[in-house]
């Protein structure tokens, strides 16, 4: 029999920046930043943009009652399904919600009950059931998830700040670094350290190196300095992820083969990909 995966992940979102459902998509997905991680029996959710309702769907069809959702930040697209997470709304059910860029701003409850708040939103915070628990940590700080799983962090560099977390258990690990910029020609020595001989690494490669010039500021980065820091960092597997919402399934396609071309390793996320460690 094949050995249990210590980690498995799943892709349930994987644009960056809006939601872009239409036929020019279906194939690498329109849905907003969430990943799914299932370690040591637990369920952790990397950010709740707009995929994160599909999730919460697939979690009440399990009876999975239990979380732990790490925000990478809180701009819209990694927040914008929290409202619509519907296991947040029943009763006996526990969610952990942790950020670590808020913790001088007012927190990560306050973000979130502002964003649920009329008139941007009629539902408030207050109507969902379950015991909720909110933490705001400090980037580089490490966070105990429960018996033998942690949480590395990293502070990235992106407006209004963010956190990379490298999730480690049973000597495997699966890096979360997303949202954030480099500077060309200086790789970022907070992700690298993070990384470091890391299993998986799923990077904010929003932009391609061609396209970045015209986007300095904005806070993202591109898939080739993505392969770089893995190399530079030993990390063994690269994902592309956090896709502009202006690259339709053609240009991603393209971005695939070149990625291939330049990597044996690494991966373009798409909606559903599901990766075993
Ligand atoms: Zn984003
Ligand atoms: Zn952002």
């Known amino acids: 029999m094949a050995e249990a995966p210590a980690l498995t992940v ?34 952790l959710i990397l950010d709740a943009g707009t995929g994160v309702r599909a999730l ?14 790490l925000f990478s930040h809180t701009h819209w697209d990694h927040v914008n399904g929290f409202p619509f997470f519907t296991p947040a709304f ?13 913790a001088e701003q007012g927190g990560i409850r306050e973000a979130i009950a502002g964003h649920m708040h009329e008139p941007m939103f009629p539902v408030p915070l207050d ?3 379950a015991r909720l628990t909110f933490t705001d940590f400090r980037a580089g ?6 018996p033998g799983v942690r949480a590395r962090t990293a502070r990235l560099n992106h ?17 979360y670094v997303t949202d954030t910029e480099h500077v060309p020609g200086r790789p970022d020595e907070n992700v ?3 990384i470091a001989g890391a299993d998986l690494v799923i990077y904010d490669s929003t932009y391609t190196d061609a396209e970045l010039p015209a986007k300095v500021g904005w806070g993202h980065s591109t898939w080739q300095e993505g392969v770089r820091l893995a190399r530079r960092a030993g990390a063994r597997r690269l994902v592309v992820f956090h896709h502009d919402p202006d690259h339709d ?6 971005i695939e083969r070149e990625l291939a071309a330049e990597s044996d390793d690494a991966v373009v996320a798409r909606e559903g990909l599901r990766l075993e460690l």
């Open 10 to 43: 799943r892709f349930w979102g994987v644009r960056g920046s809006i939601a872009c459902p239409s036929p020019a998509y279906v194939g690498f997905g329109g849905n907003t930043s969430c990943v799914e991680v299932r370690v040591a029996g637990r369920v």
């Open 56 to 69: 919460g769907k697939l979690l009440r069809r399990e009876g999975v009652r239990e979380a732990d959702i």
């Open 90 to 102: 029943e009763p006996d059910h526990a969610f952990h919600v942790f950020a670590g860029h808020l």
């Open 127 to 129: 109507v969902m059931k």
């Open 141 to 146: 700080e490490t966070l105990d998830l429960g």
């Open 159 to 175: 407006p209004n700040g963010a956190t990379a977390y490298r999730i480690e258990h049973a000597g495997r690990s699966v890096c």
């Open 192 to 194: 690298l350290g993070l």
């Open 249 to 254: 399934d053609d240009d991603m396609a393209g």
